[in-house]
């Protein structure tokens, strides 16, 4: 009588599937959860971390000449509590 004790799979092949799957779903799940982030980061726009200061806002459109020097300091003194609009009267 032949046995045949060598067709299947040995404990090691079995804990190495095992250990396979678990690497490829877990590798599957963080790459989609990446391109998730990826996905709402660019459609979110700008971070307020990037959003310009009203103070900046202030400044630019002084730079660009649409207030003029009495109105960018009354206007900034307002943004600023009152501080810098007194000093300089």
Do not use: K, N
């Not at 799979?9 to 079995?14: A, I």
């Not at 799957?21 to 989609?32: P, T």
């Not at 206007?75 to 009267?89: I, K, M, Y």
């Amino acid at each position: 009588m032949m046995y045949w004790w060598d067709d299947h799979m040995s404990g090691w092949g079995y804990a190495l599937m095992a250990f396979s799957s678990i690497v490829f779903w877990a590798l599957l799940i963080v790459a989609l959860v990446m391109g998730v982030r990826a996905v709402r980061h660019t459609r979110s726009g700008p971070s307020p971390a990037d959003r310009p200061t009203p103070e900046q806002l202030l400044a630019e459109r002084y730079a660009r000449g649409e207030i003029d020097d009495d109105e960018y300091r009354h206007r900034l003194g307002t943004l600023t509590g009152g501080t810098r609009a007194d000093s300089h009267r």
